[in-house]
């Protein structure tokens, strides 16, 4: 088991940037593949970037280029860097995280509380 708590959110006007942080606790020995989710009102939860043991990194298109995965292993913890942000970025973000090599596909095992994220025009 793994607890997984984010920090880093806020409000933050368009064209401006915000850095996420996601600290696991708990079973911190084994590996896991961590990411990034996303859920706007009335949408549907997209991944937002997903940083995988087996050594990938994945990037939803819609912020590919202005957001960056990164893990400080040392520290148990994943960041997520964004910038150019814009009011559809608006939405709550979720710290995910799954044993499997390659988290792509399927719905992660352990989450978040997830974060409010909101950008004003």
């Known amino acids: 088991q793994v607890q997984l708590v984010e920090s880093g959110g806020g409000s933050v006007q368009a064209g401006g940037s915000l850095r996420l942080s996601c600290a696991a606790s708990?079973?911190?020995?084994?590996?896991?593949?961590m990411g990034w989710f996303r859920q706007a009102p009335g949408k549907e939860r997209e991944g937002v970037a997903i940083?995988?043991?087996?050594?990938?990194?994945t990037y939803a298109d819609s912020l590919k280029d202005r957001a960056t995965i990164s893990r400080d292993t040392g520290r148990n913890t994943l960041f997520l860097q964004m910038g150019a942000l814009k009011p559809e970025d608006t939405a709550m973000y979720y710290c995910?995280?799954?044993?499997?090599?390659?988290?792509?596909?399927?719905?992660?095992?352990?989450w978040g509380q997830g974060i409010q994220v909101t950008v004003s025009s």
């Open positions: 995910a995280a799954d044993v499997r090599e390659n988290m792509d596909a399927g719905a992660p095992r352990f």
């Open positions: 708990g079973d911190t020995h084994s590996a896991y593949s």
């Open positions: 940083d995988n043991i087996d050594g990938t990194k």
